[in-house]
């Protein structure tokens, strides 16, 4: 099942119900301190606007035993899709192929378009 947009502490809670664990069995489980985990089911999610990184909701679902989309999802964050090694090859090497100045556009293009999937 998943859950509605921006309901992270909900499949906290859930999971928490669910498998009878404490918030330090949850923490232990996906290698995520505490203090973050509470942050995240207080709303808070700790990380400022950006919300929690796509590192630590991938711990949190490895950890919790689901799937990273509905992690994702419930944070109500884009979910990164991996590149195969051919396509991310044939990036670098067009990347690579560029001078420093236009490498820095690429850079802040990217950090640009990341952002704006952060939100």
């Known amino acids: ?22 918030l330090t069995t949850l923490a232990r489980r996906s290698g995520i301190s505490i203090s973050t985990l509470h942050s995240w089911k207080s709303g808070d999610r700790g990380t400022g606007t950006r919300g929690p990184s796509p590192a ?16 994702f999802e419930a944070a109500g964050r884009h979910v990164p899709v991996a590149m195969d090694d051919e396509s991310e090859r044939r990036f670098l090497h067009l990347l690579r192929s560029l001078d420093e100045a236009d490498r820095k556009v690429i850079e802040a293009t990217m950090q640009a378009m990341t952002e704006r999937q952060r939100t």
């Open 56 to 71: 630590l909701l991938r711990k949190f679902a490895d950890g919790a035993g689901l799937p990273v989309v509905e992690v």
């Open 1 to 22: 099942m998943l859950l509605h947009v921006d309901d992270l502490a909900e499949l906290i809670e859930r999971v928490m119900r669910e498998r009878d664990w404490t």
